[in-house]
Structure formats: structure tokens, C-alpha cells
């Protein structure tokens, strides 16, 4: 991460970090919380290159001096990372980071600690923690990640300056994924099943992605033709390939789509399409539907995907939504 990208993806975020360099106002501690994939701990290393970084140019990091290489492969002597041991943080890894910040910088003027998931310390390792932030060197830096706000005690908030990361629109993710190769139908899809960029990069890489799109679209192509195909595709390629409750909501989501493209044919806004290889079957199947039906059957997906929390059977799940996928529509 750039700090380019990081005012693209976080303007806000880039604003903060390089007003507190900038005015040589670094705070002893930050707290940066948002969802998984919002960038806090490119954003955390990318902060501490900047600090460490021997030829930096106004607010970039050179990204080849010493500094920064052993920053990004994770050995500087004086930038920590802590991360959970098993489900949790423990005292222990607390004690030892204090200890270890006991000492005179190996390289530096400063140290500088990153805390991943700082939500999941335990009480002690919090309370420990709380100490530390109590009595803050001049020259030590702490930046604690967290997807999960509410749970980071108060005072440990209380002694931070909080930065929020805000989820990262269809279109940034779309943006980065297509800067990354990202085949355009896989790109644009997997943007919107998640904002998570990392989970959307993951997607979009995954030969069962690719699959699950083209399932999508086989059972589309046989709901236009008899209730039996859809069935036979439900049985023979939809159960065999969404096998759990989150591949079944992400079927599902490729499902909701597709119907949203097929509306934006009606209404003549070809632009929005993310399925542009179907449309000459939208073409085809559009007057098989009018705007309302389309919209019912959008709201029997969404109904669907509501039921896979409960313990519904997945098969008679698809072929009731299959069944009301057919109503009320001209099929011939």
C-alpha cells in the first residue's frame, strides 16, 4: 500500500497519519478500527515505514532502504508485531513486549508496536496493556488493530486517538481488482458479493467462483425453458457445488444479480450489467418478464437467502425458489 492508495481507499485515514507527521504531532497510541479488508494493517506497517524510513520523499516511504525492507518482511528491531496466540492475546505477550521496550532502540530513535485483533486480549493482557499506555515513552508508537470496536475496554480507548476505516466501495474494489488482472466478469462480481478487498481478490482467484457463476447462469438458461431442467440443475450441479451455508449465500447473491441485470436490460441500462457475456439471453427472455416480476422474483431470492439461517432443508429450499422463480411468468 501507497500512501496514493491509501487516500484513494481511506482519504480521511491518509489525512490523519500525514497531519500528525507533518506537524511532528504522533500520537503514543492509535487505535484504527473497521472491518476485515478495510486496510488498517497495510495502513499500520505502511505508517510505520514512513517513521522509519531513511530517504523517504514528503509522505511516501522509499520502500527500498533498509527500514523499509525489513519493515515489510517483518524483522526491524524496533517495530513489534503482536498477534493473537490461539484464540487470544495473553498477559505473557504483553509482559514480553514491555520488557522488550525497556530497552534502547537497536537502529532508531523510536520503537513502534502493531497489536492485531487487539479486541481478543484477555482481561489481564488488556489491564496489562493499560498500564503500559498509563506511561508512554516519548519515543514509542502504539497501534492497535481492531474489527470488533466494542469490545476493546474504554480506557484503553480512552488513551488512543481512534481512526476509523470505512468499508471500501463496490467500485474501489472493482478498480483494484481489474489494476490486479482480474477478468472483467469475475471482477465486477466478486466486488459485490463482499467489500472486503482481500475476500474479493480470494473470490475472484478461486476456480469455484468461476464454476459457481456458470451454474448461476445454467440454471437461469433452464428456468427460461421447463420446470424440469431447472430441477435437473438443481440436483446434478447447484447441491453438489454450494455444499455449505456461505457458499449457498454467495449462489445465492450471483443469483440476485443476475435479475438485477436482467432488469437493467428493460430499463435500457446496459452499463450496470455485471453478466455482459448473457445478454443476448436477456434479450431473448425479456419479454418473459415485466419490471414487477422481476422484482417478486429478486424477493423471493432475498427470502431464500433469510431461510438459510434457520435449518431448512437446502434442497427443498432451491426447488421451492425454483418453483417461485417459474410463477407468473410467459414461459413457453
Known amino acids: 500500500m501507497s500512501w496514493k492508495t491509501l487516500e484513494m481507499n481511506q482519504p480521511h485515514v491518509a489525512k490523519t497519519i500525514t497531519n500528525s507527521i507533518r506537524k511532528g504531532r504522533v500520537a503514543h497510541a492509535y487505535l484504527f478500527k473497521g472491518q476485515k479488508g478495510t486496510g488498517k ?5 505502511l505508517f510505520a515505514k514512513r517513521l522509519f524510513c531513511l530517504t523517504h520523499v514528503h509522505d ?3 520502500e527500498i532502504c533498509v527500514n523499509c525492507r525489513r519493515i515489510e518482511s517483518g524483522n526491524h528491531p524496533d517495530v513489534h508485531l503482536v498477534i493473537p496466540d490461539g484464540n ?8 514480553q513486549l514491555q520488557e522488550e521496550f525497556t530497552k534502547t532502540a537497536v537502529e532508531s530513535s523510536r520503537k513502534l508496536y502493531i497489536i492485531e485483533h487487539a479486541d481478543q ?7 496489562s496493556l493499560l498500564k503500559f499506555l498509563e506511561e508512554p515513552s516519548a519515543k514509542t508508537v502504539a497501534i492497535l488493530l481492531t474489527e470488533q470496536f466494542h469490545r476493546i475496554l474504554p480506557t484503553i480507548v480512552s488513551r488512543c486517538q481512534v481512526v476509523s476505516f470505512h468499508p471500501l466501495s463496490t467500485e474501489r474494489i472493482y478498480a483494484y481488482l481489474q489494476q490486479e488482472g482480474v477478468a472483467r466478469e469475475l471482477a465486477i462480481l466478486a466486488a459485490r458479493v463482499t467489500n472486503n478487498v482481500e475476500e474479493a481478490y480470494q473470490l475472484s482467484q478461486d476456480d469455484w467462483f468461476a464454476q459457481a457463476r456458470k451454474i448461476v447462469i445454467q440454471l437461469y438458461e433452464a428456468l427460461n425453458k421447463q420446470y424440469v431442467q431447472a430441477l435437473l440443475v438443481i440436483q446434478q450441479h447447484w447441491l453438489t457445488h454450494f455444499t455449505n451455508k456461505e457458499q449457498m449465500n454467495i449462489g445465492l447473491d450471483l443469483l440476485l444479480y443476475l435479475y438485477k441485470d436482467l432488469l437493467y436490460v428493460i430499463l435500457g441500462e446496459k452499463q450496470q450489467i455485471a453478466y455482459d457475456d448473457c445478454i443476448s439471453e436477456f434479450q431473448r427472455s425479456r419479454f418473459l418478464y415485466c419490471e414487477k416480476q422481476i422484482a417478486q422474483h429478486m424477493k423471493a431470492i432475498l427470502q431464500a437467502k433469510a431461510r438459510l439461517h434457520t ?4 434442497q ?3 426447488e421451492q425458489l425454483v418453483l ?7 414461459f413457453v
Do not use: D, F, H, W
Open 41 to 45: 494493517k497495510e495502513a499500520a506497517l
Open 60 to 62: 511516501e516511504p522509499c
Open 88 to 95: 487470544s492475546i495473553k498477559k505473557q505477550q504483553i509482559e
Open 121 to 127: 486480549m484477555t482481561v489481564q493482557a488488556a489491564n
Open 311 to 314: 435449518n431448512m432443508n437446502p
Open 316 to 318: 427443498l429450499l432451491m
Open 324 to 330: 417461485q422463480l417459474r410463477e407468473g411468468s410467459a
